[in-house]
C-alpha cells in the first residue's frame, strides 16, 4: 500500500508567536497551526506531527491483528511486538508523554 502524503517523521518548527508550522523540515510546512491559547496549539501540533507514524503503527496492527489467528513463528511474535511498540511509540509522541 502506497501513500501520497508527505512522507515522515515530521516535527513541530516554532514560528514567531503562537503559530507552529509541522512538516519533515522547516522548510517544508505539512500544516500551520495557529490557535490561542498556546498549549492548544502545541497539543494540536504534535498530533498533527506525529500522523505518519501513527498511521504506519496502525498499519502494522492492523497485519498484525489479521495473522492473529495463525500458528506463528517466533520471528513473526517478534515481528508483532515490534508493531505493538510502534504504536504505543505513536501514541505517547502524539499526547506528549514521549517528550
Not at 502545541?42 to 496492527?61: D, K, S
Request: proline share 6%.
Amino acid at each position: 500500500m502506497t501513500s501520497k502524503q508527505t512522507p515522515g517523521p515530521w516535527s513541530v518548527y516554532v514560528r514567531k508567536g503562537a503559530a507552529m508550522s509541522v512538516g519533515p523540515s522547516h522548510n517544508c510546512t505539512v500544516a500551520t497551526v495557529c490557535c490561542p491559547p498556546v498549549g492548544d496549539a502545541e497539543a494540536n501540533a504534535r498530533l498533527i506531527a506525529t500522523a505518519p507514524e501513527l498511521l504506519e503503527a496502525l498499519r502494522g496492527i492492523d497485519e498484525a491483528y489479521c495473522r492473529a489467528g495463525d500458528s506463528l513463528s517466533r520471528e513473526e511474535r517478534a515481528e508483532d511486538r515490534k508493531r505493538l511498540m510502534a504504536a504505543r511509540a505513536a501514541i505517547a509522541k502524539a499526547t506528549g508523554e514521549g517528550a
